[in-house]
């Protein structure tokens, strides 16, 4: 296994070049860049310590939630989810620890779906289409698998480290399998076609945890002009009085220090603390600050925006000894496997062993861009006896003990259908003008009527994978418990699955939003296409808070994309756009080095309107559903259901799409327990 050495130190100078705020997935890669210019001097600031050698085991990745290298944060109680979570809340690990989040994350490699970044450009963004994009991609790219690397679509001899799982349970490899059994190709799901199924490849190298810290900043440790400054919290950006940002406050061991900037900040905390440190320095909604007492410096959205990606559990049993049990996996002959060889099942993504891009009814069946992705996990709550997964996810115990508990002695797997383009949005908010208080975050899931629907009809394709004929030859069955607050209806009927998604409500951990990219005159955006904040000067936030509208697929390779732009256009270049021919998939062509161009004049690009009219919600006629209760805490789950129903009454109309579920869902029926 592949170990990090410490980088960081206790000395610093007055000022620099560049500071960057944050070392996560996006700051290490600003601060390597960066720093590739010997006269450039840079300070990368970073609130947590480094990573350890649990954080380096793939298989342990949630045993790091609610530790201190996480910031360990709640969401505000749900209004219209998160039933079965204590206090309503969703939990939000985010890493505080040099390579951020990317220490904490489940590894997956995925960089989303080509239409979601001509959408960004058509909404504004200009600069960030696919071509535009591509190349910083794979600028950063090291794929290991043969097969995979010569595609077309990827390349070898990045800092980033991506490879595959060595040694895939049972469970993983029927997985592809079901997706074939149901229509769905077997894809490099980085590839020319994106819906179809795999065993998915993440970032790990030699069989451990290839964080951004490992990948980008353990390759820059020895140059001088690069400063790594751990355990330091910036608590405030300082301006001159003409609105340049020319200096950060920040904490260390309970002192506070200030350090200077010649040429710019970058802000690269993250969703969460990017908002929170740029309202804290008097840049977002005026009112807002206003009401705290914030001066306020430029008068911006930021903190709307929130979009996150969510999921349901749709568990399952089998009845052979074949999936991922914590207390037979963790041994020591599997330790000496992962320590010696970087194999075994301590290598498996955190669990999740399965990646499958589906298309719901509601989704362009003539195009290639799936609305769901399934996650796979070669286990459930009970894996791990209730230990881990439930405390992190902060399941009630009724619902463990009501749903899971009566399955403790079988091996588990559980589909998850993640919901790709949510039309939900929450916000993020200061609580008090105190940079100690955390941020309050609010998602607002499932409030948007249309994404119930859509969740439905992705569970029934997830139960009809994991009753697909691949797995049915381990005895497979669907969990025949109900969920708290379900009881009332048809088990795996539409209104139980809506209720289901409801009360198991999780997050798979990709907030974005928060610091909208786009069009300088557009009202919603906070950063202009090359990421500088709009109303001040020397700042740019380059993290995946930019992100304009939700990417289809996991956020840890697109956050190091934007940092891979971001980094050249500081640099006054922009590699050429490139784009492999479509459907060149069995294409052997190795992909060149990247080759730069001039970089096009910056920034202010006005949004079509026609591109802008995507983004109004379009009501389905057929579906309506209820307006959301609006005071979360005072309702119990009992009485949101009472709301619905009585609603469902009064339109006289069914609240789900009741007729046409997918033919597979029929054929997976007949399997239903008793
Ligand atoms: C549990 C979990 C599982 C995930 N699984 C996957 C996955 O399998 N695949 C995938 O692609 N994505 C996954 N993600 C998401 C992905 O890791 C994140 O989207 C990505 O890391 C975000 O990068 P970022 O640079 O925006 O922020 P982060 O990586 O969170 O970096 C922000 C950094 O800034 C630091 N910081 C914040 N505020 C301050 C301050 N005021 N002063 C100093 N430092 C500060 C933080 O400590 C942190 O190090 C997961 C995330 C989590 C939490």
């Given at each position: 296994?592949?170990?990090?050495?410490?980088?960081?130190?206790n000395?610093?100078?007055?000022?620099?070049?560049?500071i960057?705020?944050?070392?996560?997935s996006?700051?290490?890669?600003?601060?390597?860049?960066?720093s590739?210019?010997?006269d450039?001097?840079?300070?990368?600031?970073e609130?947590g310590g480094?990573e350890?050698i649990?954080?380096d085991?793939p298989?342990?990745?949630?045993t790091?939630?609610?530790?201190p290298?996480?910031?360990?944060?709640?969401?505000?109680p749900?209004e219209a989810?998160?039933?079965g979570l204590?206090?309503r809340r969703?939990?939000?690990p985010r890493g505080?620890?040099?390579?951020?989040?990317?220490?904490?994350n489940y590894m997956?490699y995925?960089?989303?779906?080509?239409?979601?970044?001509?959408?960004w450009a058509?909404e504004?963004a200009?600069?960030?289409?696919w071509?535009?994009?591509?190349?910083?991609?794979?600028?950063?790219?090291?794929n290991?698998?043969?097969h995979?690397?010569s595609?077309?679509?990827?390349?070898?001899?990045?800092?980033l480290?991506?490879?595959?799982?060595?040694?895939?349970?049972?469970?993983?490899?029927?997985?592809?399998?079901?997706?074939?059994?149901?229509?769905?190709?077997n894809?490099?799901?980085?590839?020319?076609?994106?819906?179809?199924?795999?065993?998915?490849?993440?970032?790990?190298?030699?069989g451990?945890?290839?964080s951004?810290s490992k990948a980008?900043?353990?390759?820059?440790?020895?140059?001088?002009?690069?400063?790594v400054?751990?355990f330091a919290y910036?608590?405030?950006?300082?301006?001159?009085?003409h609105?340049r940002?020319?200096?950060?406050?920040?904490?260390?061991?309970?002192?506070?220090h200030?350090?200077?900037?010649?040429?710019?900040?970058?802000?690269?905390g993250g969703?969460?603390?990017s908002?929170?440190l740029?309202?804290l320095?008097g840049?977002?909604?005026?009112?807002h600050?206003?009401?705290?007492?914030?001066p306020?410096?430029a008068?911006l959205p930021?903190?709307?925006?929130?979009?996150?990606?969510?999921y349901?559990?749709?568990?399952f049993k089998?009845?052979r000894?074949?999936s991922?049990v914590?207390?037979?996996v963790?041994t020591?002959p599997?330790l000496?496997?992962y320590?010696?060889?970087?194999?075994g099942p301590?290598?498996?993504?955190g669990g999740v062993?399965?990646?499958?891009?589906?298309?719901?009814?509601y989704?362009n069946?003539?195009?290639?861009?799936?609305?769901?992705?399934i996650?796979?996990?070669?286990?459930s709550l009970?894996?791990?006896d209730?230990?881990?997964?439930?405390r992190?996810?902060?399941v009630?115990k009724?619902l463990?003990?009501?749903v899971?508990?009566?399955?403790?002695s079988?091996?588990t797997f559980?589909?998850?259908?993640?919901?790709l383009?949510p039309?939900s949005?929450?916000?993020?908010?200061?609580?008090?003008?105190?940079p100690?208080?955390p941020?309050?975050i609010?998602?607002?899931?499932?409030?948007?009527p249309?994404?119930?629907?859509?969740m439905?009809e992705?569970?029934?394709?997830?139960?009809?994978v994991?009753?697909?004929p691949?797995?049915?030859?381990?005895?497979?069955?669907?969990?025949?418990?109900?969920?708290?607050g379900?009881?009332?209806?048809?088990l795996y009927?539409d209104?139980?699955l809506?209720?289901?998604?409801r009360v198991?409500?999780?997050?798979?951990?990709?907030?974005?939003?928060?610091?909208?990219?786009?069009?300088y005159?557009d009202p919603?955006t906070?950063?202009?296409?090359q990421l500088?904040?709009?109303?001040?000067?020397?700042?740019?936030?380059v993290?995946?808070?930019?992100?304009p509208?939700h990417i289809?697929?996991?956020?840890?390779?697109p956050?190091?994309?934007?940092?891979?732009?971001a980094?050249?256009?500081?640099?006054?270049?922009?590699l050429?756009?490139?784009e492999?021919e479509?459907?060149?998939?069995?294409?052997?062509?190795?992909?060149?080095?990247p080759?730069?161009?001039?970089s096009?004049?910056?920034?202010?690009?006005?949004a079509h309107?026609a591109?802008?009219a995507?983004?109004?919600?379009?009501?389905?006629?057929?579906?309506?559903?209820?307006?959301?209760?609006?005071?979360?805490?005072n309702?119990?789950?009992?009485?949101f259901q009472?709301?619905?129903q009585?609603q469902?009454?009064?339109?006289n109309?069914?609240t789900?799409?009741?007729?046409?579920?997918p033919s597979i869902?029929?054929f997976?029926l007949g399997d239903?327990p008793?």
């Amino acid at each position: 296994a592949d170990h990090s050495v410490s980088i960081s130190r206790n000395d610093w100078e007055n000022e620099y070049d560049y500071i960057i705020v944050g070392g996560g997935s996006a700051g290490a890669v600003m601060a390597n860049r960066l720093s590739e210019d010997a006269d450039k001097k840079v300070l990368l600031l970073e609130a947590g310590g480094s990573e350890n050698i649990l954080s380096d085991v793939p298989l342990a990745a949630a045993t790091l939630q609610m530790t201190p290298i996480d910031w360990a944060y709640q969401t505000e109680p749900q209004e219209a989810s998160c039933f079965g979570l204590v206090n309503r809340r969703s939990r939000w690990p985010r890493g505080r620890v040099l390579g951020g989040s990317s220490v904490l994350n489940y590894m997956l490699y995925i960089r989303g779906n080509k239409r979601d970044y001509n959408r960004w450009a058509a909404e504004g963004a200009d600069g960030w289409s696919w071509p535009e994009v591509f190349p910083y991609f794979l600028k950063s790219e090291d794929n290991q698998d043969e097969h995979i690397a010569s595609n077309g679509y990827h390349r070898t001899g990045g800092y980033l480290t991506v490879s595959s799982t060595p040694d895939p349970t049972p469970i993983a490899v029927a997985f592809p399998e079901a997706g074939k059994q149901l229509g769905y190709p077997n894809v490099d799901l980085n590839g020319p076609l994106q819906t179809g199924f795999a065993i998915p490849q993440g970032t790990i190298r030699r069989g451990s945890r290839c964080s951004t810290s490992k990948a980008f900043l353990q390759p820059a440790r020895s140059r001088p002009n690069l400063h790594v400054v751990t355990f330091a919290y910036v608590t405030r950006i300082l301006f001159n009085e003409h609105r340049r940002a020319v200096g950060v406050q920040f904490e260390r061991f309970a002192l506070q220090h200030v350090v200077y900037a010649r040429k710019e900040i970058i802000l690269s905390g993250g969703s969460i603390n990017s908002p929170q440190l740029l309202m804290l320095s008097g840049i977002g909604p005026a009112q807002h600050l206003a009401s705290l007492g914030i001066p306020v410096i430029a008068d911006l959205p930021v903190g709307d925006n929130l979009q996150d990606h969510i999921y349901p559990a749709v568990p399952f049993k089998v009845d052979r000894k074949v999936s991922i049990v914590q207390r037979r996996v963790v041994t020591l002959p599997n330790l000496i496997s992962y320590l010696s060889l970087g194999r075994g099942p301590l290598t498996a993504f955190g669990g999740v062993e399965g990646l499958g891009f589906i298309k719901t009814k509601y989704a362009n069946a003539s195009d290639d861009w799936p609305d769901f992705q399934i996650h796979m996990l070669t286990g459930s709550l009970v894996s791990d006896d209730g230990q881990t997964f439930r405390r992190v996810q902060g399941v009630t115990k009724e619902l463990y003990e009501q749903v899971y508990v009566p399955y403790q002695s079988y091996d588990t797997f559980s589909m998850y259908p993640v919901m790709l383009r949510p039309k939900s949005r929450g916000h993020v908010r200061l609580r008090s003008s105190s940079p100690n208080d955390p941020p309050l975050i609010d998602p607002r899931y499932l409030t948007h009527p249309d994404d119930i629907h859509s969740m439905v009809e992705a569970m029934k394709i997830s139960i009809a994978v994991g009753l697909a004929p691949a797995y049915r030859e381990f005895g497979t069955e669907l969990f025949g418990t109900s969920f708290p607050g379900c009881e009332i209806y048809e088990l795996y009927s539409d209104p139980y699955l809506a209720c289901v998604a409801r009360v198991y409500t999780s997050t798979i951990y990709h907030p974005v939003g928060t610091c909208r990219m786009g069009a300088y005159d557009d009202p919603r955006t906070v950063v202009d296409p090359q990421l500088r904040v709009k109303g001040v000067h020397g700042l740019r936030v380059v993290d995946a808070s930019i992100i304009p509208t939700h990417i289809s697929g996991n956020t840890n390779a697109p956050a190091i994309m934007i940092a891979e732009k971001a980094a050249d256009m500081i640099k006054g270049r922009q590699l050429e756009s490139y784009e492999p021919e479509q459907g060149s998939n069995s294409l052997a062509q190795p992909v060149g080095p990247p080759r730069h161009r001039a970089s096009r004049n910056a920034a202010v690009i006005h949004a079509h309107p026609a591109a802008l009219a995507i983004h109004s919600p379009r009501q389905k006629p057929h579906v309506r559903n209820p307006p959301a209760p609006r005071r979360a805490e005072n309702i119990s789950h009992q009485q949101f259901q009472r709301q619905q129903q009585q609603q469902q009454m009064n339109n006289n109309t069914s609240t789900l799409p009741s007729a046409e579920s997918p033919s597979i869902y029929q054929f997976a029926l007949g399997d239903l327990p008793n």
